[in-house]
């Protein structure tokens, strides 16, 4: 009934009694309504647009009314859960899995695949942070010493003396402004990435992708990488106070260098328990398949 009918007055007047006439001929052998709009859909209740402007449309006698909740992008029901989406996907291409009662995925989170070469990638940061610590702390701790002897006889008549250790013989040595920029040069973006990575982690912007299973397993490994990297940002903060002569401060930089050092060393004992577990896990799946 939708579509135009062109032509003179009289034709188009003669088209609408005839017209008429059909309905109501068929109107007296059904009971239900013949007029219904084009595209209607009487199984379906209308769904929101994407812009937000509500929509209306005239539903038959009997059916069941067209619910006001508003409806996802994927096609499920956010103000009644209980109810099935109306809509099989979304046009983005989402797909109904049918479970209306798993939680929301929070916009925006970035998905992070745990695995093996993950792991070896950071143990490689980690490795280049040990050594850049263990620089700087021998750069402000290098000193003047002499060696300790001790007389031992090798043979009739013959004694030579044999170095048993070093006695320091003076203050440390003033570090070099060049080796000590170089060492906070390394270690500053390798502390910087891990910091920005727990952060990202507790704020909810990012998510391991593993099952929970796994997650609750790996939990107090995840607990203590995070207290570890907090601990390595706060004594970071401390070295590059230090660190901004000549002149320096030689036992707060080797402090500070020293404490970063230890604390790298238990984060990658931790990676490597977290390694050998999926390792472990890998193995069990493949001997399983």
Excluded at 12 to 38: D, Q
Excluded at 265 to 280: A, G, T
Aim: proline share 7%; with cysteine; hydrophobic share 35%.
């Amino acid at each position: 009934m939708s579509n135009l009918v062109y032509g003179s007055n009289k034709s188009r007047a003669s088209i609408g009694k005839i017209v008429i006439g059909g309905l109501l001929c068929a109107s007296m052998f059904t009971s239900s309504p013949l007029l219904v709009f084009a595209g209607d859909d009487k199984s379906s209740a209308p769904a929101s647009s994407a812009q937000g402007s509500a929509s209306s449309t005239t539903s038959a006698p009997g059916s069941a009314p067209s619910s006001s909740m508003p409806v996802s992008a994927g096609g499920a029901d956010i103000g009644n859960p209980g109810v099935a989406p109306s809509t099989p996907a979304s046009a983005s291409g989402g797909t109904d899995t049918g479970n209306t009662s798993a939680a929301p995925m929070q916009a925006g989170v970035q998905m992070i695949e745990l695995n093996l070469q993950m792991l070896t990638h950071v143990g490689l940061d980690i490795k280049n942070l040990l050594k850049s610590t263990d620089s700087l702390y021998d750069e402000v701790t290098i000193q003047p010493v002499s060696v300790i002897t001790e007389p031992e006889v090798v043979g009739r008549g013959i004694v030579i003396n044999i170095p048993v250790g070093t006695r320091p013989v003076g203050p440390p040595a003033p570090p070099k402004k060049a080796r000590v920029d170089l060492a906070m040069n390394q270690i500053r973006p390798i502390v910087t990435t891990l910091k920005q990575d727990v952060d990202e982690f507790e704020s909810g912007k990012a998510r391991l992708d593993i099952s929970d299973d796994t997650r609750q397993d790996l939990h107090p490994y995840f607990d203590s990488w995070i207290k570890t990297v907090n601990d390595i940002s706060t004594n970071m903060k401390q070295l590059e106070s230090v660190t901004t002569g000549p002149p320096y401060d030689n036992s707060s930089i080797a402090q500070a260098a020293g404490t970063i050092h230890q604390d790298a060393q238990r984060l990658d004992e931790v990676r490597r328990k977290i390694y050998k577990y999926l390792q472990k896990e890998g193995k069990k799946k493949k001997k399983n398949a």
